[in-house]
Each structure stands twice: as structure tokens, then as C-alpha cells.
């Protein structure tokens, strides 16, 4: 069987649109991941410390 990768010439530039949609694609995921962590991790978080008053937890005293 070929090598597909054998075939791909290394002195052949991309498409500028293809480009821009994967650089497009990679800021949509880390926006999911940055949403996903504010409403998951950050949210519930900043709630617990409202309602708990900002106490610091037992065995972290100064």
C-alpha cells in the first residue's frame, strides 16, 4: 500500500481560506472550553463562596 504522505508536495502552499477555517475552527473549540469552564468549574465556584460568606475552608487557617 502508499504512503498517502509521500504524495503531498513540500514546497506547496495552502489556501489562505483553509487556513483562516482552521484557525477559525481552533478559536470555536477554545471557546467552547473557555464557556465550559466558566459554567462549570468558575460559576459554581463563585456561588459556594456567595452563599458560604468567602470563609476559608477548616484546616486553612493563618
Known amino acids: 500500500m502508499d504512503n498517502p504522505f509521500k504524495k503531498i508536495l ?3 502552499e495552502l489556501p489562505e481560506v483553509l487556513k483562516d ?3 477559525n ?3 470555536m473549540i477554545k471557546l467552547s472550553i473557555d464557556m465550559a469552564d466558566l ?3 468558575k460559576y459554581p465556584n463563585a456561588i459556594v ?3 458560604g460568606g468567602g470563609a476559608e475552608p477548616k ?3 493563618k
Open 10 to 12: 513540500h514546497n506547496e
Open 21 to 23: 477555517k482552521v484557525l
Open 25 to 27: 475552527d481552533v478559536a
Open 39 to 41: 459554567f462549570v468549574v
Open 49 to 51: 463562596d456567595l452563599i
Open 59 to 61: 484546616g486553612k487557617k
